[in-house]
């Protein structure tokens, strides 16, 4: 399997509900709710393809307390709020694969492309930050990554 | 409702939200446990020593159902055999417990994913997502998903990857382009992103695996419960043509052309279905991709 290692970073009004949603890569499916509240504090989202489906694990922070949840196709496993604090712990560890992963060496050109389980992963903390890749035989860590999050999703309050 | 004997195919989220269940269970079960320990109970509650013996048994019957399929045809010289059979039992299927088995992936736990995998290192390994077993009971799903994936350690991509050349495969590619069961790429990007020829081989190289299996039991099942069982073997396909989007499809065959045109036309499929031809014009209108 080969890897695949885009990266982009751009700062933007992070607190600005319309400005996540347009730099979102993934839109929800209709079968998922996406909650509408007035001031978010800071969000994760990890998108990926594994085998013949899309899954994605959302958690977004306001000031009520941290909703998260996963989905499979558009269709919701699991959701619910998540310990504050362990959210913030979460987000650290998205952080810092983040950084990780872009001081991984990239891989040639001519095998670019050939990804069959991409993944994106985007953090709007004080800054938005998205990174693209590719799961594959080179251990970037994102299946480590996502059982952190879903283990954080199903440890919910 | 299947007649399948033995077992049932259910919706691929079915499966994953029954592993969620178990997973959920155990956290609160074990609230203090960390996401190490949790995975350590759950791999021993999905793989099961029943389960994984099935899997097992169904991954020997198909590699040695594939290693008989090589052996016997004639359109392979006996250097490409040998290279072949060796691609085949090199594969070793990689199933936990213990949870660190799948260390570099663990959110395939729970997850359908099934999937052949050539590491940097050269080992060539098959795995499967917990949620595949709660989801597909069918033998003959096992076999039609487990001969998918191993076809891949020698299909033409693999086999160029790794340096070699199988001179047979050249027609079978021409004819998988001439009965549209896969789209023409441009001279040099054989083997590329868009490029669906590992996946049609896969595919047609399991119709044979499947066909036989089918036949292996056609004495003991009644007719209905064959036709169950036929269904049943490529049933998830039907669920992939809703669940994907185009960009998937670079790289496998619509769903419709891999039912219909890899599965549907193959003349064992449809002699092991009772679907005899009418007439000799039917045999000589059947077109179906051989070596």
Same mark, same amino acid.
């Not at chain 2, 073997?233 to 998937?248: G, I």
């Given at each position: 399997m080969q890897k695949l290692l885009k990266s982009s970073l751009s700062v933007a009004a992070a607190f600005l509900v319309s400005g996540l949603i347009a730099c979102s890569t993934i839109s929800p499916g209709p079968r998922e709710a996406?909650?509408?509240?007035?001031?978010?504090?800071?969000?994760?989202?990890?998108?990926?393809?594994?085998g013949h489906s899309k899954y994605r694990i959302r958690m977004v922070e306001h000031l009520n307390g941290v909703n998260a949840h996963s989905s499979s196709d558009g269709k919701v496993l699991g959701d619910g709020r998540v310990d504050r604090v362990k959210y913030s712990e979460f987000k650290l560890k998205v952080s810092e694969f983040m950084r990780t992963a872009r001081a991984l060496k990239r891989v040639p050109a001519e095998v670019e492309g050939v990804c069959r389980n991409p993944f994106t992963v985007t953090l709007a903390d004080t800054a938005l930050d998205t990174l693209i890749g590719c799961r594959g035989g080179g251990d970037l860590g994102i299946g480590r990554l996502i059982r952190e999050g879903e283990f954080l999703i199903y440890s919910k309050k | 409702m299947t007649r399948d004997p033995t077992g049932t195919?259910?919706?691929?989220?079915?499966?994953?939200?029954e592993v969620l269940r178990i997973y959920q269970g155990i956290i609160r079960e074990h609230p203090n446990w960390s996401s190490q320990e949790v995975d350590e109970a759950l791999v021993r509650a999905v793989y099961t020593p029943k389960r994984l013996r099935r899997v097992q048994a169904v991954f020997n019957w198909v590699q040695q159902a594939l290693v008989k399929l090589i052996q016997r045809e004639s359109a392979f010289a006996s250097a490409n055999k040998k290279l072949l059979i060796q691609n085949l039992k090199q594969v070793r299927l990689e199933l936990p417990p213990p949870a660190k088995v799948y260390e570099d992936e663990p959110d395939l736990f729970t997850k359908n994913d099934v999937y052949y995998e050539r590491l940097s290192s050269g080992g060539v390994r098959l795995r499967i997502g917990? =949620?595949?077993?709660?989801?597909?009971?069918?033998?003959?799903?096992?076999?039609? +998903?487990? =001969?998918?994936?191993?076809g891949h350690a020698i299909d033409p991509c693999e086999i160029r990857? +790794?340096?070699?050349?199988i001179p047979a495969y050249l027609q079978l590619e021409s004819c998988f382009v001439q009965q549209h069961w896969m789209a023409k790429v441009k001279p040099g990007s054989e083997c590329s992103a868009n490029d669906q020829l590992s996946e +049609?081989? =896969?595919?047609w190289i399991a119709v044979q695996v499947t066909a036989e299996a089918l036949k292996y039991y056609a004495t003991e099942f009644s007719r209905a419960q064959i036709v169950g069982a036929a269904v049943n073997?490529?049933?998830?396909?039907?669920?992939?043509?809703?669940?994907?989007?185009?960009?998937?499809n670079r790289q496998h065959p619509a769903s419709i052309a891999r039912i219909d045109k890899i599965f549907g036309r193959s003349p064992q499929i449809r002699k092991v279905l009772g679907c005899?031809? =009418?007439?000799?014009?039917?045999?000589?209108?059947v077109d179906y991709c051989e070596l």
């Open positions: 996406v909650p509408n509240h007035p001031v978010l504090a800071s969000s994760v989202e990890i998108s990926y393809i594994l | 195919v259910k919706p691929d989220l079915e499966g994953e939200l917990g =949620a595949f077993l709660f989801t597909s009971k069918s033998w003959f799903n096992l076999v039609f +998903t487990v =001969a998918h994936e191993l990857d +790794t340096g070699g050349s +049609t081989f =896969a595919d073997s490529v049933r998830d396909l039907c669920e992939q043509e809703q669940s994907l989007d185009e960009s998937d005899e031809p =009418a007439s000799k014009q039917d045999l000589i209108n």
